[in-house]
């Protein structure tokens, strides 16, 4: 993987995608990018409800949303994105 990436990935910490699945999904990101050395290249961030929690669990990376996400398909989300982005 490049260190020349930089990005942001967000995640929604509100109250219904934390319990959805983003609780879980915050620590696998969280080993994602130490594994792979890009702590320093990529902000991760929480923040309040995205006010989309029908669609939830929240993500978005690089300014792109995904919704619906599962945490045990997470690095596949992860993988796709830098794939294709
Ligand atoms: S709690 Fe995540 S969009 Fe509302």
């Known amino acids: 993987m490049s260190q020349t990436l930089t990005g ?7 109250s219904s995608c934390f319990s959805r ?26 923040a309040h409800c995205f006010g989309d929690c ?3 669990p929240v993500l978005i990376i690089d300014g792109i949303r995904y919704t619906k996400v599962q945490s045990d398909n997470i690095t596949e989300l992860l993988d796709n994105h830098f794939a294709n982005h």
């Open 8 to 14: 942001e990935i967000v995640i929604c910490m509100g």
């Open 21 to 46: 699945g983003n609780k879980h999904s915050l620590e696998l990101i969280k080993n994602y990018l130490k594994e792979r050395g890009l702590e320093d290249t990529f902000r991760f961030r929480g």
């Open 54 to 56: 029908e669609l939830g």
